[in-house]
């Protein structure tokens, strides 16, 4: 399990306009989620038909449903994860998934497992205690 921290300069849900903003990002290759803070949650799922909250608070939606890309700002490049990448599993039902991107504190941290580090060409540098990232040519 690697673990590195970067600050992200901004995101952009879909075809939307980028929002310059500074979120600190852990990333985690052990971790299964993403995590990101509770506003942009509740954007990202605003433009996913069907999208509903479970009472415990995760997100799902029908697994036919299309989904928007994510663009994560790190510095001035621009990288794109697509929206293969946003679904975790399906449910019981056969019909429902549940959302491998989901809400922490709003004022916390986004985190980035594997569903956003599969999209990603990612470097760890221990000696120079740096993290690399790239567009994956087949994301």
């Known amino acids: 399990m690697l673990i590195g921290s970067f600050n992200w300069s901004g995101f952009a849900i879909g075809s939307h306009a980028f929002n310059a903003s500074v979120v600190p990002?852990?990333?985690?290759t052990?971790?299964?989620?993403?995590?990101?803070?509770?506003?942009?949650?509740?954007?990202?799922?605003?433009?996913?038909?069907?999208?509903?909250?479970?009472?415990?608070?995760s997100w799902c939606f029908p697994c036919s449903s299309?989904?928007?890309?994510f663009?994560?700002?790190i510095g001035d490049s621009r990288v794109v994860v697509a929206a293969k990448h946003m679904v975790f599993a399906g449910l019981a039902d056969g019909i429902n998934c549940y959302g491998?991107?989901?809400?922490?504190?709003?004022?916390?941290?986004?985190?980035f497992g594997t569903p956003f580090?599969?999209?990603?060409?990612?470097?760890?540098?221990?000696?120079?205690?740096?993290?690399?990232?790239a567009q994956r040519s087949s994301s």
Request: hydrophobic share 40%.
């Open 117 to 133: 580090l599969d999209a990603l060409f990612v470097v760890h540098d221990f000696g120079g205690h740096q993290l690399g990232f």
């Open 25 to 28: 990002v852990l990333t985690d």
């Open 100 to 111: 491998a991107v989901q809400a922490t504190g709003e004022s916390s941290y986004a985190y």
């Open 30 to 57: 052990g971790g299964n989620l993403v995590l990101l803070p509770q506003s942009i949650i509740d954007k990202f799922y605003s433009y996913v038909k069907g999208a509903y909250q479970q009472s415990d608070g």
């Open 71 to 73: 663009t994560i700002g």
């Open 66 to 69: 299309t989904l928007p890309t």
